[in-house]
Nanobody, 118 residues
Framework: VQLQASGGGVVQTGGSLRLSCAASGRTLLHYRMGWFRQAPGKEREFVASILRSPGDSSYMASVEGRFTISRNNAKKTVYLQMNSLRPEDTAVYYC????????????WGQGTQVTVSS
């Protein structure tokens, strides 16, 4: 599976962005898809993940209620809708795929920069 993240940019505090992660190769049906981020000088952190439906998704506490992860299996694409953005959301965002039942994410995209100005 190859992943290509896009949709990053510069936005003001309170603004919105939608990230996309397009997959090539095999179907995504058997993968949990996730978004992670890494800010300068910090370790990479989990943001959100989804298995098959919004009811089977999870979020880090600080983005709960502001970010929404979704997927379109037919288009082999995963999205991260980010609303009410804050300066602390500034980071490089990565999408990743994990085989159902596996412990780790095996496939990673190249990252897309999100910058929130105050």
């Amino acid at each position: 599976v190859q992943l290509q993240a896009s949709g990053g940019g510069v936005v003001q505090t309170g603004g919105s962005l939608r990230l996309s992660c397009a997959a090539s190769g095999r179907t995504l049906l058997h993968y949990r898809m996730g978004w992670f981020r890494q800010a300068p000088g910090k370790e990479r952190e989990f943001v959100a993940s989804i298995l098959r439906s919004p009811g089977d998704s999870s979020y880090m506490a600080s983005v709960e209620g502001r970010f929404t992860i979704s997927r379109n299996n037919a288009k082999k694409t995963v999205y991260l809708q980010m609303n009410s953005l804050r300066p602390e959301d500034t980071a490089v965002y990565y999408c990743a795929a994990r085989v159902t039942g596996a412990d780790e994410y095996s496939y990673w995209g190249q990252g897309t920069q999100v910058t929130v100005s105050s």
